[in-house]
T-cell receptor, first 112, second 112 residues
Framework: LAKTTQPISMDSYEGQEVNITCSHN???????ITWYQQFPSQGPRFIIQ???TKVTNEVASLFIPADRKSSTLSLPRVSLSDTAVYYC?????????????FGTGTRLKVLA | NAGVTQTPKFQVLKTGQSMTLQCAQD?????MYWYRQDPGMGLRLIYY???????DKGEVPNGYNVSRLNKREFSLRLESAAPSQTSVYFC???????????FGPGTRLTVL
């Protein structure tokens, strides 16, 4: 079962780019990497998912090196509303992994 | 589509009482999950159901039972509640194709 390691917290200022790195040394061949965002008193919300190289959507980019032992979530030009906890997960039904481990996540605080 | 719904939203129990948390999804997803989240912590998987008719233990199954009633519904039962089970409980569902989990709004449970 792939375990992930992320920084506990990060601070940033509005308008800056934020990069959050996740380490997952024992990722399995068929595992995907998925990032979630959670606001207080709400369930986590899907941000982005990838398998290798780079994935980009309207809110974030995900960079995955060739060895896939880490990944970096990039949030361009953050705003105060991006203050939240961000979780990195590895696994997926295609690899038979249904036991997703959320860990403690990274608490991002965006300052004015 | 309502997505993932959970009932009740709030519940207060006395030690030793029992209750069932209900979860339903209308996205035709195969997999469903129950998590608990303690204050300031990440989510921990209690039980999951990879498909209708199957259930498996997650990280913290002790003190809980689950029933996958049909493809839509997945319930979590506390047979004899303990103060250590005071937490916020989230239900989620996912499609095996996309590996993205959709979360319900949560149930805040307090055990006195």
């Amino acid at each position: 079962l792939a375990k992930t390691t992320q920084p506990i917290s990060m601070d940033s200022y509005e308008g800056q780019e934020v990069n959050i790195t996740c380490s997952h040394n024992n990722i399995a061949t068929n595992d995907y990497i998925t990032w979630y965002q959670q606001f207080p008193s709400q369930g986590p919300r899907f941000i982005i998912q990838g398998y290798k190289t780079k994935v980009t959507n309207e809110v974030a980019s995900l960079f995955i090196p060739a060895d896939r032992k880490s990944s970096t979530l990039s949030l361009p030009r953050v705003s105060l509303s991006d203050t939240a906890v961000y979780y990195c997960l590895v696994g997926g039904a295609t690899s038979g992994t249904y036991k997703y481990i959320f860990g403690t996540g990274t608490r991002l605080k965006v300052l004015a | 589509n309502a997505g993932v719904t959970q009932t009740p939203k709030f519940q207060v129990l006395k030690t030793g009482q029992s209750m069932t948390l209900q979860c339903a999804q209308d996205m035709n997803h195969n997999s469903m999950y129950w998590y608990r989240q303690d204050p300031g912590m990440g989510l921990r998987l209690i039980y999951y159901s990879a498909s209708e008719g199957t259930t498996d233990k997650g990280e913290v199954p002790n003190g809980y039972n689950v029933s996958r009633l049909n493809k839509r519904e997945f319930s979590l039962r506390l047979e004899s509640a303990a103060p250590s089970q005071t937490s916020v409980y989230f239900c989620a569902s996912s499609s095996p194709v996309y590996n993205e989990q959709f979360f319900g709004p949560g149930t805040r449970l307090t055990v006195l």
